[in-house]
């Protein structure tokens, strides 16, 4: 059963560095998506603005249809004229504003700040709390080919559970453990939150509802993480390629990690949550494969989360550091319509890298997986990145709260299902 919704709050281990991840091991064919939390550097003069709530009743926003609607223009006008008034009490302008957030979180990032103007804009009645804006660097060891190969076959394919389906199609051993169904035409979307996807012929992309939040690129993917993520969500059932847990999804790239090795920051993760909010309807899915590498939390990223929890159901990886999800933002939220996830071997254990604790609602395949990737490839690599995927697309099939089971995983004393369709 889902847990209720529970928010932990650790106020005094913010900033302790996680232990030791000398247990976690790559292929060179493997990539590991994890921000290095201890290694995040603050961003000189940029922070996050966070607005108290109930500043005006009338700017709660609850899409009943996808994309930009006259509505929706109307609160972000509403939240960028409160962000300059605020910006206007220190001398500042538009020149210094960055993000503004009008659904998942309210607020603003702010930048060519001093500690003088962070001092007055924290004693504004409006305001609830700001938190430095970080740079974020992903951990990406480089496979092996790092613009994708060709799908195995035959004698290449990997012992007996990665096959080759009648259809032609390549069937990954996790979509086959878990099971797959056809989510083409069902207007259930799946937001993918990580570094954007690259075209490919087994994807469906809606082009006109993906966006970057990283600065300077489109929403294309450049780094081969997000696409593979896509692919497992749903790839299509088209005779060829990999295929799906809920095949002929239509897929929203959200980049919010960017350039070949995926860098980003706070503010602009929660900028991509809170377009995933503003341009989501009930009834869709988001994916994160993202999380700090090390022990490190964020108030502004938990509550953005658990906003977007209570409007669309989500997966979320649990983490790469072989860790308590309890000491991570946002794994360590225990939410009602999000699903966190730990990384399964082909063995059916748990992967030791994988992270662990009370916040862990699933165990899917994460552990040598195929995948799209860049240039129309394909890719095999590792991590609780390729776990949620599979539970995000049994939710997209599934179009419900729900994820099935079969059989149980513990790891240091924490135990949860495994999913299944």
Not at 24 to 33: F, G, P, V
Not at 166 to 175: A, E, K, R, Y
Not at 272 to 279: E, I, K, S
Not at 321 to 339: K, V
């Amino acid at each position: 059963m889902k847990k209720n919704l529970k928010l932990i709050y650790v106020l005094l281990l913010v900033f302790v560095t996680a232990c030791s991840t000398d247990s976690i091991t790559s292929s060179d064919e493997e990539i590991l998506l994890e921000k290095k939390g201890d290694q995040t550097e603050v961003i000189s003069g940029e922070y996050i603005i966070i607005f108290k709530k109930g500043a005006d009743s009338k700017t709660s926003y609850f899409a009943t249809k996808r994309g930009k609607t006259p509505e929706l223009t109307r609160i972000q006008n509403f939240y960028k004229t409160k962000a300059l008034e605020a910006l206007k009490l220190i001398g500042k302008g538009e020149g210094n504003l960055g993000y503004v957030y009008t659904g998942a979180i309210q607020g603003f990032h702010a930048k060519d700040l001093s500690s003088d103007d962070v001092k007055i804009l924290s004693s504004i009645e409006s305001i609830d709390y700001i938190e430095p804006n970080r740079t974020v660097f992903s951990d990406l060891p480089q496979p092996k080919n790092p613009q994708g190969v060709k799908l195995p076959t035959g004698n290449d394919i990997i012992g007996k559970s990665d096959t080759v389906l009648p259809s032609g199609d390549f069937l990954p051993w996790g979509v086959d453990y878990t099971g797959r169904g056809n989510n083409a035409g069902t207007n259930r979307y799946v937001f993918v939150i990580d570094t954007g996807i690259a075209p490919h012929s087994d994807l469906t992309i809606d082009s006109g509802l993906s966006e970057s939040f990283y600065p300077g690129e489109d929403w294309v993917d450049r780094n081969g993480h997000g696409t593979h993520v896509a692919g497992t969500i749903g790839a299509k059932a088209n005779g060829s390629g990999v295929i799906g847990v809920a095949y002929g999804s239509t897929l929203v790239a959200v980049k919010v990690l960017g350039g070949t090795q995926g860098t980003g920051s706070d503010a602009g993760i929660l900028a991509g949550v809170d377009y995933t909010y503003n341009n989501s309807i009930a009834g869709d899915v988001f994916n994160y494969s993202v999380g700090y590498r090390t022990r490190r939390t964020s108030t502004a990223i938990d509550n953005a989360f658990t906003t977007l929890d209570n409007k669309i159901y989500g997966a979320l990886a649990a983490g790469n550091s072989n860790d308590n999800t309890l000491y991570y933002s946002p794994q360590r939220l225990q939410t009602s319509r999000t699903w966190m996830v730990g990384n399964l071997t082909r063995s059916i254990t748990p992967n030791g890298s994988s992270c662990y604790g009370a916040s862990v609602d699933r165990w899917a395949p994460g552990t040598d997986v195929w995948s799209t990737w860049l240039n129309g490839n394909y890719n095999r690599i590792s991590g609780t990145s390729m776990a949620s995927p599979h539970v995000a697309g049994i939710l997209a099939v599934r179009g419900n709260n729900s994820v099935g089971t079969q059989g149980n995983t513990t790891k240091n004393g924490f135990t949860a299902p495994n999913a299944k369709k």
